[in-house]
């Protein structure tokens, strides 16, 4: 088992004194067989009620409310988790699965068919294309290798840029500028997997990894593609790597624009400066 604190602290600053609607938070992290809270906090500037409640994902969603005007918005959350996927590699495909092609049990698919849907904007003929030089028709491939395949060849293929602007790239896009974030990478890689047939869906949380070019401390996005016998298991090509205790799940969605950190809007003049620091540092055991 590892534990970690997450600190997450956002700060809008805005033009002038403005009147706050209700914000939707999605801060805390999704607790499971392999994932544990072991405390959490937090704090808001001005005083907001809270009012949780889980949405349509199983998702904490956490909605404020406010009674003051203000000039600033000030969330700060800390969360200290235990991880016990310690050996993510640790799994076993129903037989029927283990082999790309296959066909999901009728039951399966009835819960699955949103995570199978692609976008119109997506099904696109330069994935379809970029995904026949993965894997072509008639060969011969474990499921697992071919996702670990897309997972790899997108990190040693595409170059990651952080992007401060909203939004997630198409996967043409993606493709035809050869880079993109972390949320970008976890789009491409979702709707190839969709375009194999597998369900596939978007994860919002945090990494834990020494400062670099892909990891400044801000939140993280990865995969998650539903294998019969295993469940929903994690990918994240902007590292190339399977998910494990260094990645914590906070929300998951069909779409990456359904699960924002925090999400809401205010009346008063126009313009705000957003400020955001993340920080996950792994903590000795108790």
């Known amino acids: 088992m590892r534990r ?17 609607e209700p914000h939707a938070l999605r801060l805390r992290p999704k607790e499971n067989h392999e994932l544990r809270i072991e405390s959490a906090s937090l704090d808001i500037t001005p005083a907001a009620t809270l009012r949780w409640h889980n949405d349509v994902e199983d998702n904490t969603v956490a909605i404020a409310t406010f009674d003051m005007p203000t000039q600033q918005l000030a969330i700060e959350s800390e969360v200290i988790v235990q991880q016990f996927n310690e ?3 640790d799994f076993l495909v129903d037989g029927y699965a283990a082999d790309y092609p296959f066909a999901y049990a009728a039951e399966d698919s009835l819960v699955l068919a949103p995570y199978l849907l692609t976008t119109a904007q997506q099904a696109s003929e330069p994935l379809a294309e970029w ?3 993965l894997w072509r028709v008639g060969e011969p491939i474990q499921t697992y290798a071919l996702l670990q395949r897309l997972c790899v060849h ?3 293929s595409l170059v990651y840029q952080a992007r401060e602007q909203p939004g997630v ?3 043409a896009d993606t ?3 050869g880079s993109g974030s972390c949320r970008d990478f976890a789009s491409l890689f979702i709707e190839a997997a969709r375009h194999l047939g597998l369900a596939a869906r978007f994860v919002s949380g945090y990494l834990y990894a020494e400062p670099s070019a892909a ?6 996005a990865w995969a998650e593609v539903f294998l019969p016998g295993t469940g929903w298991k994690g990918f994240d090509p902007t590292i190339g790597k399977l998910v494990g205790t260094d990645h914590t799940a906070v929300a998951v969605a069909r779409l990456p624009e359904s699960v924002p950190p925090v999400a809401g809007s205010f009346v008063g003049p126009p313009g705000a400066n957003l400020d955001v620091g993340v920080w996950v ?6």
């Open 175 to 177: 493709l035809s500028r």
């Open 87 to 89: 050996s993510p590699l």
């Open 154 to 156: 997108i990190n040693q």
């Open 281 to 286: 540092t792994e903590l000795k055991k108790v």
């Open 4 to 20: 970690f604190k997450i600190l997450h602290r956002t700060y809008y600053n805005f033009s002038g004194t403005v009147r706050l």
């Open 169 to 171: 790239q198409t996967s």
């Open 215 to 220: 990891n400044y401390g801000s939140t993280h």
């Open 131 to 133: 995904i026949a030089g």
